[in-house]
Nanobody
Framework: QVQLAESGGGLVQAGDSLRLSCSGS????????MGWFRQAPGREREFVAA????????FYADSVKGRFTISRDSAKNTVFLQMNSPKREDTAVYYC???????????????????WGQGTPVTVSS
């Protein structure tokens, strides 16, 4: 059974840092692009960041560019999201997602990702 499991969420002060992890099981995700999305209360799920299979290219939503960093450790079948200087508006449930392609035409579409984790909540307090 293919599974993605996020961890590392919780309560963080604005301006601090937090690192989310996403561990895959049931298949190797190293050949595929992976991403992070988030959903705040009352809002639709939105793109946060994505990384290609090699890790050589990364993509970010404008709202997190320069503050968040996505990376992957293919040997451990794990993807990370380093959240630096979080803001209150970053409060959301964060989801890890995996595609079935090593490269996507665009990386922000939810429908291009075949596998999803259950999400980990992040609350940023000021």
């Amino acid at each position: 059974q293919v599974q993605l499991a996020e961890s590392g969420g919780g309560l963080v002060q604005a301006g601090d840092s937090l690192r989310l992890s996403c561990s895959g099981s049931g298949r190797t995700f190293s050949p595929y692009a992976m991403g992070w999305f988030r959903q705040a209360p009352g809002r639709e799920r939105e793109f946060v960041a994505a990384i290609t299979s090699s890790g050589g290219s990364t993509f970010y939503a404008d709202s997190v560019k320069g503050r968040f960093t996505i990376s992957r450790d293919s040997a451990k079948n794990t993807v990370f999201l380093q959240m630096n200087s979080p803001k209150r508006e970053d409060t959301a449930v964060y989801y890890c997602a995996a595609s079935n392609s090593w490269r996507l035409p665009v990386y922000f579409r939810l429908t291009d990702y075949a596998y999803w984790g259950q999400g980990t909540p992040v609350t940023v307090s000021s």
